[in-house]
């Protein structure tokens, strides 16, 4: 179910379900002049509605925008690096707002510049803090009694964020990690996948192997089958979590 498109009595449902709520965050960046400048969250919202398919839950808009420190490129590429400090307030009211309408349990797939970039501790800093004023109304030495006892027991895993491939179980012949690479050969091939005519492999051609950055020099040896193969795997990582 998609959160936008649903009725006030289907959230109320979802919610007394006890349905969690996942949605993407991601980056407008530039990704070479091959790929689309959304490249991040795109896979991030590929991720969330490939699981919408696999288990119940709600699916949010993404957060399509993020700081990017204009390393790849700047306002001429279409790229944003937007503001951290406005980006956090944002993210945690929203955050906030998605708790009040009761969701227990908030999944974010962020994918851009892993868990130590500005985007991604945004995120976690807003949702420590949401954890922080919840159980400012339970006193002090909380911890001290049995988590069943507490008004909300899943308080530290009420919100929490990963990359699109946290949960991977990497196969015995495939040990791993996965290639992700900015706008490198992981990335170009996942694109290449989901959505191929936002693809253009021969515009890569218009900048001299010789110039290229090294996060771009492999991005020829793309192949989308292996992009779909890391994908599923990527996917059933999150549904396995979210399932549990
Ligand atoms: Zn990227």
Redesign the pocket.
């Known amino acids: 179910m998609y959160l936008t498109r649903m009725r006030p009595e289907q959230i109320r449902a979802a919610v007394k379900d006890g349905l969690p709520l996942i949605m993407a965050a991601g980056v407008v960046?530039y990704?070479g002049p091959h790929l689309p400048i959304g490249?991040?969250v795109m896979?991030a919202d590929y991720i969330c509605t490939e699981v919408e398919k696999q288990c119940p839950c709600v699916v949010a808009p993404p957060i399509s925008f993020g700081p990017t420190l204009s390393w790849a490129g700047g306002p001429q590429d279409g790229e944003i690096d937007f503001d951290p400090a406005p980006f956090y307030a944002y993210v945690k009211e929203l955050l906030k707002r998605f708790r009040m309408i009761g969701f227990k349990r908030i999944y974010i797939v962020q994918?851009?510049q892993g868990m130590e970039g500005l985007q991604a501790l945004s995120l976690r800093r807003a949702a420590a803090e949401l954890t922080r004023e919840e159980t400012l109304e339970w006193g002090h030495s909380w911890g001290w009694k049995a988590m069943e006892e507490l008004p909300n027991p899943l308080v530290f895993e009420t919100i929490q964020v990963g990359g699109i491939d946290k949960y991977v179980a990497y196969p015995p012949d495939n040990a791993g990690p996965m290639p992700i690479g900015?706008?490198g050969k992981g990335?170009t091939q996942m694109i290449q996948h989901i959505d191929p005519l936002t693809v253009h492999m021969e515009a890569l051609g218009s900048i001299a192997r010789e110039q290229l950055p090294e996060w771009l020099l492999d991005a020829a040896e793309a192949d989308p089958a292996v992009g779909k193969y890391w994908l599923d795997l990527c996917v059933d990582g999150w549904v396995r979590t979210i399932k549990q």
Do not use: S
């Open positions: 960046e990704h490249t991040d896979l994918h851009h900015h706008a990335e």
